[in-house]
Every structure is written in structure tokens, then in C-alpha cells.
């Protein structure tokens, strides 16, 4: 509920002026402004701490070693302070503070390049951003701050691409485009732990680990519908032990974080549950039923699997709009909707062929795209409908959509 509803609620006449302060005062609703100065804010952050690193690099050679780091080490601390102050001591400017700590994670990640680069420390990538991650983790439970939470995901997310493509490492998955397999899995990993992290003392941190790995899931399976994944015949096999760990690691964390989705009914909750196993499943499949190849030449680089993968992300697709709708998640439908019709574009574009085909294809296909884009956004706009009418409905909503 925003600060706007509750101003229209009250000029409508139906609440007074007391009970319009009371529900502010009682939800902490804050004014509609306060999210732009936090995106401001945070980009602010950004901005900083990535500007100062190119200051530092533009006059390397001028700088001493000992000013380097003093200097690196003063800032970094300096944000951490000043946020710290923002949000704990002076308590007004809390969305500040926390660009501030943000600020001073990424100088963080800066101290180490530069610490690194000036003693010629390690060569190996990953191991910087293992230390970056290691040292932000514990900021996040520490200052209660999601998007210091958001940053430590990120972190070990690159840490993680970075360490199962480097050479010799025992996570190491080889150098083919069959990364994007566990780059999915990891965003359910995610999910999964979003929602373990429902009803704790961290609930707030829930949602944005939800949304995060959803997302990351998404973006990494829409790939393999396209069918260019390409696995080469040489592809090396160590790590191949990581995807079964990875894919048993998160059915049992999203086993136990449904039962914390108290949003969803029981048959939704196995409903979702289910489509979660089924996109592991597609994700298994891509891994070792799809042949390997012995060129980049091959004209359907996938052997019709990706065909599969456009049904089965379609499929799961429509399931994430069903719970979105019962738990009223209009993040869960918009998201849906989005892959909906890139899914069913992919799968339009993988019907080219000769010049005859692909002229019936665009005739076709595109009278079908614009019928189906209006289709899709008003199906968009009722199910939009449906959750705001369920949040106004309260706790029964989700019995009602059950029957």
C-alpha cells in the first residue's frame, strides 16, 4: 500500500484525519518521493565509488604506495562511517546511509584490486572476488540493509562464474556455453532461500532474494531456446558432479521454504513446487540429452531439445502467473507475462527457413504477435485486477482463487 492510496482513501471521505495518520504511523508508510531519492541515492553510491577507482587508476603512477592504500582504506572507512551515522545516529536519512554502505562495499572490492595490483599478490580472479564476497557477506545481517543483501548475491554470483571458468579449479565446468545451466539453477538456489528466509528475523530480506533469483533463472533459460547451445565433443568433464549437487541442494532448500509460503494454498504450493522440479529437470535435460558437436557448423546445435525448452519455459511461465495471482505478486505476473511472449518470439524466430517460408512465417507469425501482444496485455491488466482485488478481499483471498 503506498502513501498515495491512503491520501486518496482520506480525501474520499471514508477514513478521518486521525485514522489517515494512525495507518501511516502504523505500517511506516513513507511519502511516494522517498523512492526516487533512493534510487538517486544508490546511484549516487554507484557513481562514487566507481569514480573514485578511475581517479585512483588516471594517477597511478604519480601516487606512492603508502597513499594508495591509506587513501583506499580512509574512503572506504569514511563511507561505512558516514552511512552509519546516516542511519543509526542521526536516523533521518537511512535510504542515504545505505548508499553510503554500499559505496564502501565497492570501494572494498576496489582496496583489494589495488592491494593486489601493487604487490602482485595472485593472478587468479576468482580469489579477489572471494574475498570481496567473504568480506560483505556478514555487512547485510549486520546493518539489516537488502541492498547491501542484494550486493553479496551479486558478488558471489561473479564469484561463482568466475571460479567454474577458471582452469584447474574444482568447480570448473568447462569453457562452452553450458554454463548458463548452472547460472539458472543457482537463481532457483535463490529462490528457494528467499523463501526459507519467510517468517525469520531477516523476512525482510526475503522478498528481494525471491525476485533476484527468479530473475536470474529466467534470464539464463531463455537461452536455450533459441537452439545455439553448443557442447563440443572434447568438452572437458570435470565439475560435471557440480549440476546433480546443485540440483538436490535446491530441492531440498525450495522444499523447505514453501512450507514458509503462507500466501499459497497447499495445492498451490505443490503446484509451484513441482513446476520448480520440472524446470531442474529441463535444465538436466539440456546438460545430457542434447548431443555434442563436433563443429560450430551443425544448423540445429541443440537436436530439437531447444523445442522442448520452449514448452517447458512456457509452461512454467503460465504456473509463475498462477502463483503470483494467488499470493498477489504482481512482480510474479509482470515477470511471467515478460517471458510469455520472448518465449513465444524465440520460438517465431526458429521458424525461418527459405525465403517462401520465412515470408508465410513474418505474415503469419506477425498477424499472430500483434493479436496475441493485446491478448496478453489485457489477460496482464485482469490478472492485475485479481491481486488488487484479493489485497482488498485480505487473508481469504487465496481459498477463493483455490475454488
Same mark, same amino acid.
Given at each position: 500500500?503506498?502513501? &498515495?492510496?491512503?491520501?486518496?482513501?482520506?480525501?474520499? %471521505?471514508?477514513?478521518?484525519?486521525? *485514522?489517515?495518520? @494512525?495507518?501511516?504511523?502504523?505500517?511506516?508508510? $513513507?511519502?511516494?518521493?522517498?523512492?526516487? #531519492?533512493?534510487? #538517486?541515492?544508490?546511484?549516487?553510491?554507484?557513481?562514487?565509488?566507481?569514480?573514485?577507482?578511475?581517479?585512483?587508476?588516471?594517477?597511478?603512477?604519480?601516487?606512492?604506495?603508502?597513499?594508495?592504500?591509506?587513501?583506499?582504506?580512509?574512503?572506504?572507512?569514511?563511507?561505512?562511517?558516514?552511512?552509519? +551515522?546516516?542511519?543509526?545516529?542521526?536516523?533521518?536519512?537511512?535510504?542515504?546511509?545505505?548508499?553510503?554502505?554500499?559505496?564502501?562495499?565497492?570501494?572494498?572490492?576496489?582496496?583489494?584490486?589495488?592491494?593486489? @595490483?601493487?604487490?602482485?599478490?595472485?593472478?587468479?580472479?576468482?580469489?579477489?572476488?572471494?574475498?570481496?564476497?567473504?568480506?560483505?557477506?556478514?555487512?547485510?545481517?549486520?546493518?539489516?540493509?537488502?541492498?547491501?543483501?542484494?550486493?553479496?548475491? /551479486?558478488?558471489?554470483?561473479?564469484?561463482?562464474?568466475?571460479?567454474?571458468?577458471?582452469?584447474?579449479?574444482?568447480?570448473?565446468?568447462?569453457?562452452?556455453?553450458? *554454463?548458463?545451466?548452472? +547460472?539458472?539453477?543457482?537463481?532457483? #538456489?535463490?529462490?528457494?532461500?528467499?523463501?526459507?528466509? $519467510?517468517?525469520?528475523?531477516?523476512?525482510?530480506?526475503?522478498?528481494?532474494?525471491?525476485?533476484?533469483?527468479?530473475?536470474?533463472?529466467?534470464?539464463?533459460?531463455?537461452?536455450?531456446?533459441?537452439?545455439?547451445?553448443?557442447?563440443?565433443?572434447?568438452?572437458? &568433464?570435470?565439475?560435471?558432479?557440480?549440476?546433480?549437487?546443485?540440483? /538436490?541442494?535446491?530441492?531440498?532448500?525450495?522444499?523447505?521454504?514453501?512450507?514458509?509460503?503462507?500466501? /499459497?494454498? $497447499?495445492?498451490?504450493?505443490?503446484?509451484?513446487?513441482?513446476?520448480?522440479?520440472?524446470?531442474?529437470?529441463?535444465?538436466? %535435460?539440456?546438460?545430457?540429452?542434447?548431443?555434442?558437436?563436433?563443429?560450430?557448423?551443425?544448423?540445429?546445435? &541443440?537436436?530439437?531439445?531447444?523445442?522442448?525448452?520452449?514448452?517447458?519455459?512456457?509452461?512454467?511461465?503460465?504456473?509463475?502467473?498462477?502463483?503470483?495471482? @494467488?499470493?498477489?505478486?504482481?512482480? /510474479?505476473?509482470?515477470?511471467?507475462?515478460?517471458?510469455?511472449?520472448?518465449?513465444?518470439?524465440?520460438? +517465431?524466430?526458429?521458424?525461418?527457413?527459405?525465403? %517462401?517460408?520465412?515470408?508465410?512465417?513474418?505474415?503469419?507469425?506477425?498477424?499472430?504477435?500483434?493479436?496475441?501482444?493485446?491478448?496478453?496485455?489485457?489477460?496482464?491488466?485482469?490478472?492485475?485486477?485479481?491481486?488488487?482485488?484479493?489485497?482488498?478481499?485480505?487473508?481469504?483471498?487465496?481459498?477463493?482463487?483455490?475454488?
Amino acid at each position: 500500500m503506498k502513501h &498515495s492510496d491512503i491520501d486518496t482513501i482520506y480525501k474520499a %471521505g471514508l477514513i478521518t484525519e486521525a *485514522q489517515h495518520r @494512525q495507518i501511516i504511523d502504523h505500517f511506516h508508510i $513513507r511519502e511516494d518521493g522517498g523512492r526516487f #531519492l533512493a534510487i #538517486l541515492s544508490f546511484v549516487g553510491a554507484i557513481l562514487v565509488g566507481c569514480g573514485v577507482i578511475l581517479l585512483i587508476a588516471a594517477n597511478w603512477d604519480e601516487i606512492p604506495r603508502g597513499a594508495k592504500i591509506a587513501a583506499g582504506l580512509l574512503l572506504m572507512l569514511g563511507a561505512h562511517a558516514g552511512g552509519w +551515522y546516516l542511519r543509526e545516529v542521526h536516523g533521518g536519512y537511512r535510504k542515504t546511509g545505505e548508499a553510503l554502505h554500499l559505496a564502501g562495499a565497492i570501494l572494498f572490492l576496489g582496496n583489494i584490486a589495488l592491494i593486489g @595490483q601493487i604487490y602482485h599478490l595472485s593472478s587468479r580472479p576468482p580469489n579477489a572476488l572471494l574475498l570481496w564476497w567473504a568480506g560483505i557477506a556478514a555487512l547485510p545481517w549486520l546493518l539489516r540493509s537488502t541492498p547491501l543483501h542484494l550486493l553479496s548475491l /551479486l558478488a558471489f554470483g561473479v564469484w561463482f562464474g568466475l571460479e567454474i571458468n577458471q582452469a584447474g579449479s574444482p568447480l570448473f565446468f568447462g569453457h562452452d556455453e553450458l *554454463q548458463i545451466l548452472l +547460472y539458472a539453477l543457482l537463481g532457483l #538456489l535463490f529462490l528457494g532461500a528467499g523463501y526459507c528466509l $519467510r517468517d525469520t528475523s531477516f523476512a525482510e530480506f526475503a522478498s528481494a532474494t525471491e525476485k533476484f533469483g527468479l530473475l536470474t533463472f529466467m534470464v539464463f533459460t531463455f537461452p536455450l531456446t533459441w537452439g545455439t547451445i553448443y557442447r563440443p565433443v572434447s568438452s572437458p &568433464s570435470a565439475g560435471t558432479w557440480l549440476f546433480p549437487v546443485m540440483a /538436490l541442494a535446491t530441492l531440498a532448500v525450495t522444499g523447505l521454504g514453501l512450507q514458509k509460503c503462507k500466501d /499459497l494454498d $497447499r495445492k498451490g504450493r505443490w503446484t509451484w513446487g513441482l513446476a520448480i522440479a520440472g524446470a531442474i529437470a529441463l535444465l538436466a %535435460g539440456e546438460l545430457w540429452l542434447v548431443p555434442a558437436r563436433t563443429t560450430w557448423q551443425a544448423a540445429d546445435l &541443440s537436436g530439437g531439445y531447444h523445442w522442448v525448452c520452449a514448452v517447458g519455459l512456457f509452461i512454467f511461465a503460465l504456473f509463475q502467473v498462477q502463483a503470483g495471482i @494467488q499470493s498477489r505478486s504482481e512482480f /510474479l505476473v509482470n515477470l511471467g507475462v515478460i517471458f510469455l511472449g520472448l518465449d513465444i518470439l524465440a520460438t +517465431y524466430l526458429s521458424l525461418f527457413g527459405s525465403m %517462401g517460408r520465412t515470408g508465410l512465417v513474418f505474415v503469419v507469425g506477425g498477424l499472430l504477435l500483434i493479436g496475441l501482444g493485446i491478448g496478453l496485455e489485457r489477460q496482464r491488466r485482469q490478472w492485475m485486477h485479481q491481486i488488487k482485488a484479493g489485497r482488498a478481499a485480505g487473508p481469504d483471498f487465496p481459498e477463493a482463487c483455490a475454488s
